[in-house]
RNA sequence: GAUCCCAUAGCUCAGCUGGAUAGAGCAACUGCCUUCUAAGCAGUAGGUCACAGGUUCGAAUCCUGUUGGGAUCGCCA
């Protein structure tokens, strides 16, 4: 139940009805107006701009903004959920509820375990790309942000009814992984006893491959050291890309972070049957012109040293928003990442997504355009793209950034993070921030100082929650909390301004959420639930001088039932939101 | 040279897709624990929303330009 939608489709239907009588003219684009809740709360529950919006088209039949809010607010007054339905300002028109509106609403809360999701679910697929992290090592700190963000996206988009993929894309096919193959080859021979002395520079230096190297000289003794390496490298290759995997998805699930498809970026160049999606795609488009032989003109400004004109393999991304076309055969005649970033993306709109949310680090950024191109193509205009990107994370201890050199060996790792400071932390601190902005992630102040931290202060609001609920029933021994008992409770005994605050606040879940899904924003969540945690500590503490504002009354048996089914519909929508955003909701913090 | 992102209180950041008097937390100052968890609350102070134009009934929000910071710029991924 989401009282914001559901005024606005009465309004929506009002105005429908003046275009009907002619009052209005026709064609008017109904969802360009808002209801919302007012600034100040003393204006009412909601507030609509809908006369200001239309006042232009209004014109002939409606001389001002406020002639047509004053008719607007005339019809809503006879609404039998609207108390009251003023015109204010230039035009907008407040509107107070009935109490009966908030008593619903939280007897929707208390109903099920639906309350927050869309009346209306939008039900079609959705694929949601992210991590995407290179098997070449672990994790830091950057890929955590992304991790963390792609995840929220799709629990939040699941929550609002979405039919959800998560997806991990590894890059399996590049050089990366034949510099990783080396690395682990000589990890191989370390494990067979031989002295290696320094890593070699251009391979990977980390100690997290002598655990693969030990493992494939225990299944295959000596027999690999002495052969050439293009006989080794497919098979250590594919071994350490396993290791690798494995240990990403190790460290994903730490963080309660699973994916339901990875895909092989090597598959796309060898099947099962050994065919070749990208030269199959790429000839497609050629056979649509999209792709041709041509030169591209040299960067401006600083033009490469190695830079020479060249004839190659051009992609039109021009014709469909890009600045320049992009080339998809090297020099060497292999594929660019970009071609098989086409298959891939082709792929998944040949799985039936046509809707696709990629998160990237900021460093891809001037990706972005190119690959929307090639969606538009491959789909035929059908299929979107949205591409997030997370900006970079500044790691930092008692506000000091903390050096990362993998040389000197003082590189964090995203497991080092997880474990020193735990899940919850993690996941709510990266996800208090907006995708876009760089996040200071300061380890000491995240669990010393918890006064300073958000984690904290919204579960801490659960778990006082609970603690009434508990408290209600010491007192009450015979109390029945189940949801079905507390939605009979008297709720017209809710009288106080702090409860009705609270009431107010829990009707504006659903559309938060809905919020949230459309932009593909998770962070509003976590916004809303520090606001929504700051409601209840003040109102709690409202109890301090006036003892019978508190929850438990044990005079008063009606009063307190009333009262714990809010504060249980208040743990259910703390639950809820931190649920979508994958940080846990304790009954009590000791 | 081009593209993308950012610029809001001393610090870290929100600002609900253009609405009414711009909000939190931290830091500073003043109060509140014999009472449901003080990991909390109430209050004071702190702003030319980088700058200049423009669109609009109305701009922190949209457009153009400028400045400053970050990222990226044929063959890496």
Redesign the pocket.
Known sequence: MNVFAELQDRIGLILKGLIDNGQLPAGLDLSR??V?????P???DL???A???Y??EAKPGFSS?RELATTLAYTLAGDPDVDQAEV???????IRLHPHVFADVLRASLSDDSYGRPAVRDERAVNVEYVSA?PTGPMHVGHGRGAVFGDALANLLAFSGRKVTREYYI???????DVLARSAFLRYREALGESIGEIPEGLYPGDYLKPAGAALAKAHGAALRDKPEAEWLPLVRAFAIDAMMEMIRTDLAAMNIRHEVFFS?RSLTQGDAGEDHVRAVIEDLRARGIVYVG??A?????L?D?????E?TLFRSTDFGD??D??LI???G?????AS?IAYHKSKVDRGFDDMIDVW?????????RMQAAVKAVSGGRASLDVK?C??V?LMRN?EPVTMSKRAGTFVTLRDVVDEVGVDAVRFMML?????????FDLAKVIE??????V??V???H??C???I???K?VFADLDTSAATLSTADFTLLTDEGEAGLAKMIA?FP??I??AA????P??VA?YL??L??S??????????Q?H?????EERRDLTSARVAMVSSLTRVFASGLGVLGVSA?????
């Not at 190695?306 to 060249?310: A, G, I, Q």
Request: charged share 30%.
């Open positions: 107006f808002v919302e809740p007012p600034r100040d003393s204006h009412g507030a609509t701009n006369a200001m919006v006042a232009k903004p204010a300002g230039p035009g907008f028109i407040n290179n890059n399996d096919a590049g050089a990366q992984v970026e030169h591209l040299p960067p401006k400004g600083q490469p190695d830079w020479e004109d060249r190659q600045d320049v992009r080339p090297k020099s060497d292999g594929y660019t990442y970009f970033d680090g900021a460093d891809h950024g001037g990706y972005v355009k990107l900006q970079l500044k506000g208090f921030r907006k995708n876009d902005a760089t996040l200071e100082q918890s006064r300073e931290n958000p904290f202060y579960q801490y609001a778990a006082r609970k603690s009434v508990r408290q209600a010491a504006q559309r938060q809905d919020a459309a932009a593909h924003e962070h509003r916004f520090h606001d945690a700051s209840l500590h003040s109102h709690w503490n409202r109890g301090k001088d003892p504002l508190r929850f438990v009354n304790p009954d009590e913090m000791r």
